[in-house]
């Protein structure tokens, strides 16, 4: 090595820490006047009329100012405008300490992020080295489109991240939102909850959930374990793909949505909403109860649930696909679909359906269900239509025809009418007491049987069982002694007696625990 180049070295690295302390100086640039003075026994410069100090990139004016140069410190009053980069920054009153480059701002601070956003706010600490605003009674942060307050909170200027603390309310015109702790990125538009938040939207909905994010561009969030309401639903799940453009949302998870106008509640894993199509989808161990009267619920699952919404209430409905199933305390059914009507309270069964009724089984190829006051008032079984009971001695009584109704009292089956090509089977039983040393047992026995062929008939029932039959237009009737009953008399043509397929409440609801509480303030 050379005498230059050593000698470069040394300069060189004699010049570092000074070019280093020179950067940690805040230079005072200009003043109208200057004093110097003596605060508490320390000097300082005593400086009014448009007063500027440097220090790197950061530049500070103000109307007047104490400058502390040992302790490179300064006290500014009035007018306080700092510029660092791409930070703008104004107040009426600053502490700056200038060698761990931080600034204490007081009254009417307003800290912009150029061309991004302004935070509003009396009270604000800029770490210049961290490149970090914070406030700690009270904020505001302004964009384009959003206004979020709170009383803590600070601002990583790097990457545009505000973090809110306590207190936290956020508006655009979309929504307004209150939560604890949140975060927003300025630039990207993002919004990140990380505890409880509660949303009420411009079109009556309101969401309650525990964390997510939000982009506030394009409208679309990622919720977690939370609950929405609108004025007609109320929807609680796990997570939540909400597009607010597109009008689409997403449900995953424990989902339990409520009809407020039919007081029904359907549950699955995962539901799916299309607002402008308004078709509501739940599947996944999908059931949906409907609370009727004394606590008397009607149960229904299947693979599917759709709700269809319409501006007409005789378009408005419930379907069901595959595998349905239902249960209710008086009454038990299976189909391969099924569909709700609410305006006028129906239920259409269809493909190959069955229902029960205390001992009786009813199938037909299709079966409407009328509802009235929320219990079953007709039951029409529209073609091929066919009942069958089983009583004590295992016997089948079977009623068949073209179409029946079944009318309802008292949450039991009345009486059936048949209208055309009727049939019946029904066993006479009868009771007999037989004597032993020390008991008198009753017995029933089979007294015969009944075959009638009538075009029209009526059935009428006693707590649930056949209790008489009348028939009109010239009735074909026979009547069976035990002795002479032969097997191949014993069955209608289409019997089927589908016992086994009988619905038991487990078996359709299911999972009891469907009202998980999330916010004790709502009530599904």
């Known amino acids: 090595m050379n005498f230059k180049t050593y000698g470069f070295l040394l300069v060189s690295l004699f010049l570092i820490p000074l070019y280093t302390f020179s950067q940690k100086k805040v230079k005072l640039i200009h003043a109208d006047?200057?004093?110097?003075?003596?605060?508490?026994?320390?000097?300082?410069?005593?400086?009014?009329?448009?007063?500027?100090?440097v220090q790197n990139t950061t530049n500070i004016f103000c109307d007047s100012a104490h400058f502390f140069r040992s302790e490179n410190r300064l006290e500014a009053f009035g007018h306080v405008h700092i510029t660092d980069d791409s930070v703008d920054i104004t107040s009426l009153r600053l502490d700056y300490d200038g060698t761990k480059k931080i600034a204490h701002l007081r009254q009417n601070v307003i800290f912009e992020k150029l061309k991004i956003a302004k935070l509003y706010t009396d009270f604000l600490d800029y770490y210049r080295i961290k490149n970090e605003a914070r406030y700690f009674n009270g904020g505001k942060l302004v964009d384009t489109t959003n206004v979020l307050t709170s009383k803590k909170g600070y601002y990583e200027v790097r990457t545009n991240l505000a973090s809110f603390k306590t207190n936290v309310v956020g508006v655009n015109p979309d929504y307004t939102l209150t939560s604890?702790?949140?975060?927003?990125?300025?630039?990207?538009?993002?919004?990140?909850?990380?505890?409880?938040?509660?949303v009420k939207d411009s079109e009556?909905?309101?969401?309650?959930?525990q964390n997510g994010t939000y982009d506030t561009r394009k409208k679309f969030s990622n919720l977690n374990n939370g609950e929405m309401e609108s004025p007609s639903y109320k929807i609680i799940g796990d997570e939540y793909f909400i597009d607010d453009?597109?009008?689409?949302?997403?449900?995953?998870?424990?989902?339990?949505?409520?009809?407020?106008?039919?007081?029904?509640?359907?549950?699955?894993?995962?539901?799916?909403?299309?607002?402008?199509?308004?078709?509501?989808?739940?599947?996944?161990?999908?059931?949906?109860?409907?609370?009727?009267?004394?606590?008397?619920?009607?149960?229904?699952?299947?693979?599917?649930?759709?709700?269809?919404?319409?501006?007409?209430?005789?378009?408005?409905?419930?379907l069901a696909y595959h595998m349905v199933k239902i249960f209710k305390d008086n009454m038990q059914g299976v189909a391969d679909s099924l569909a709700y009507v609410a305006s006028d309270s129906t239920l259409f069964f269809y493909h190959d359906p069955v229902l029960w009724t205390d001992d009786n089984q009813m199938t037909s190829d299709s079966i409407h269900m009328l509802l009235k006051n929320k219990q079953i008032y007709r039951i029409y079984m529209l073609s091929n239509s066919f009942v069958v009971s089983?009583?004590?001695?295992?016997?089948?009584?079977?009623?068949?025809?073209?179409?029946?109704?079944?009318?309802?009292?008292?949450?039991?089956?009345?009486?059936?009418?048949?209208?055309?090509?009727?049939?019946?089977?029904?066993?006479?039983?009868?009771?007999?007491?037989?004597?032993?040393?020390?008991?008198?047992?009753?017995?029933?026995?089979?007294?015969?049987?009944?075959?009638?062929i009538c075009s029209n008939m009526r059935i009428d029932f006693k707590a649930g069982k056949v209790h008489n039959i009348n028939f009109y237009v010239k009735p074909d009737a026979s009547f069976f002694p035990p002795h002479e009953i032969k097997a191949s008399d014993r069955r209608l043509k289409g019997f089927s007696w589908r016992g086994a397929m009988r619905p038991k409440r487990k078996d359709v609801v299911k999972r009891e625990s469907g009202l998980r509480v999330i916010n004790p303030n709502i009530k599904l």
């Open 390 to 452: 089983r009583d004590s001695l295992r016997n089948y009584n079977q009623i068949k025809g073209r179409m029946m109704t079944s009318y309802f009292e008292n949450k039991k089956i009345h009486h059936v009418i048949v209208e055309g090509n009727g049939e019946s089977i029904y066993h006479a039983l009868e009771e007999k007491d037989i004597k032993t040393d020390s008991l008198l047992i009753k017995i029933t026995i089979l007294a015969g049987m009944n075959k009638i």
């Open 204 to 209: 009556g909905k309101a969401a309650y959930y």
């Open 33 to 53: 006047s200057l004093k110097g003075s003596v605060k508490e026994g320390k000097r300082f410069d005593r400086l009014l009329g448009h007063v500027a100090f």
């Open 245 to 318: 453009l597109r009008k689409v949302y997403k449900v995953k998870g424990h989902v339990a949505m409520r009809s407020k106008s039919e007081n029904m509640i359907i549950f699955g894993d995962d539901g799916f909403y299309d607002k402008k199509k308004g078709i509501s989808k739940v599947y996944g161990n999908a059931f949906a109860a409907k609370v009727g009267e004394e606590g008397d619920t009607l149960f229904l699952s299947a693979d599917t649930l759709v709700s269809i919404e319409n501006v007409n209430p005789k378009k408005k409905r419930l």
């Open 180 to 198: 604890d702790t949140l975060q927003y990125n300025s630039k990207s538009r993002m919004v990140f909850f990380r505890d409880f938040t509660t």
